[in-house]
Nanobody
């Protein structure tokens, strides 16, 4: 089992920045790829960004590429998402996830991941 917990609940104005963190405990954190997903009211849970267990490879949804940066620290069992140039369209509950994923399809598909945090609300006002 891997337990995940997000922090960084935020209300920010459009154009602002916010940093989310995900802390992991339990089984070896570094064995898993990690990702951020988000879910807006009435919508599906969408892929945001992922990072390989080595931290060398990162992947982003087109909608956040160039604005968001994912990172991880395997020594501290943490993963972060730096979000810049936020817009109201980024408003959602953000979830961190862990899993053994190997392909692009797996990486961007929510039900591929085995472990999830409880989610944290990000609200961007216009």
């Amino acid at each position: 089992q891997v337990q995940l917990g997000e922090s960084g609940v935020g209300l920010v104005q459009a154009g602002g920045s916010l940093r989310l963190s995900c802390a992991a405990s339990g089984r070896t954190f570094s064995n898993y790829a990690m990702a951020w997903f988000r879910q807006a009211p009435g919508k599906e849970r969408d892929f945001v960004a992922a990072i390989a267990w080595t931290a060398r490879d990162t992947y982003y949804a087109d909608s956040v590429k160039g604005r968001f940066t994912i990172s991880r620290d395997n020594a501290k069992n943490t993963m972060d998402l730096q979000m810049n140039s936020l817009s109201p369209e980024d408003t959602a509950v953000y979830y961190c996830a862990a899993g053994r994923v190997y392909t692009q399809v797996q990486r961007t598909t929510a039900n591929t991941y085995d472990y999830w945090g409880q989610g944290t609300q990000v609200t961007v006002s216009s």
